[in-house]
Structures are given as C-alpha cells and as structure tokens.
C-alpha cells in the first residue's frame, strides 16, 4: 500500500492544471498497478478522480541585513598601514656647531742692534753671527787670516694685548709684501710662510674684527 501511495504521488505531481485520474491496474495474479494511463487488456482496471495539485508560489527571499562597520571591516580586510598610521617623520639633521675661532699667539716685537724692528712668535729668536773683520798681528786688515763674528741675539717684548690683533694683521701683511718682492731662491719658502701666518689668521678671533 505503501508502495502504491508513492506512485501515487510521483504520477499525481507533473499535471500543471484540471484533475488528474489515476488507474488502478489488477493482473491475474493479484499484482497492483497504479497508472495514468488505462490499464492494458486482460487486467483489472478502476479509476480514481483527484483535484491536482498547484505549484505553490515560490517563498520570498529575505533580505539580507546590513552587516555591522566591524564585520565590514573584517571581511574588506586590514586596510594598508599607510592609511591607518602616518609613518614618522625624521628628525632633521642638527646643523654642525660652528668652530669655535682660536686664539693667535702672542706676539713680540724685536729690535736688532743697527736695524729695523720686527715682530716674532718667540720672544728668544735665533742669534745672528755677523762678520767681523780680521787683521794680522800688525794690524794690516790684509795680512789677516781666518774669519770671525759676533754672536748677536735681539731684545724682544711682548706686545701690548690692547694692540695684538693689529699686529698680527701687520705681520701677515709684511709677510705677503716679502713673499711679492724677493729673489728667486727665497721665494717659495717666503710663499709658505705668508699663506701658514693667513690661514692662521682668518681661522682667529682677530678675523671678525675691523682693521
């Protein structure tokens, strides 16, 4: 019966519309058959009038919610870190210290004997040995032999603080006026000498102050 209620059902669903009649087929030997067709010949046939069955209407879809900022934002992904954090900006470079200017040394003014003055770092220069004129025991200047000098070492003082600065800019000058008038072999090392006094100069407390 079970059987015959599942054919039932299969052949009662394709009819789209009006009744649907449903046979039942009996063979000699009892079998059952439940068609939608007339039973063929040599079986037992009834039939059964049912109201068809329409297709229900098709359910409504629900809407889908809108899901939460946070769910938004876990399924869209992490956003880029550039736009979540501003990358740091860099410290700008300290600007370099200036260099402290360094004092000149202070200076002497040195006065040979049957000379001019000049200035000198040392306050004890290198002694001079200047010529001497040698006679024979008669005293004749010709006769003499040999050559002899006298030892000579120039008195030198300190320049007053008040004046160190000018004077320093004096002694770079004379350097570079004996450095532009001298002779051949002198020159080079007169050269040396006045670019070591203005290096040493410029690189003082004396530069930034009017001459």
Known sequence: MRWGLAMLLCLALPAAAGDVV????????????????????????????????GTPPPMPVPAAAPMPAASQAVQAGPAPVERLYAAPEEPAAPAPAPVPAEPLPPLFECKPRGGEAYLSETPDPPARCVAMQVTGLDGNPRTGAGEACEVLRDSCTPVDPARHCAMWRQRVHEARTASNFTGLAQAEARRREYERLQARFDASDCAAQNP
């Open 22 to 53: 449903f046979y039942r087929c009996t063979d000699a030997s009892g079998a059952l058959t439940v068609q939608n067709m007339p039973c063929p010949k040599g079986t037992q046939q009834s039939t059964r009038v049912m109201q068809a069955v």
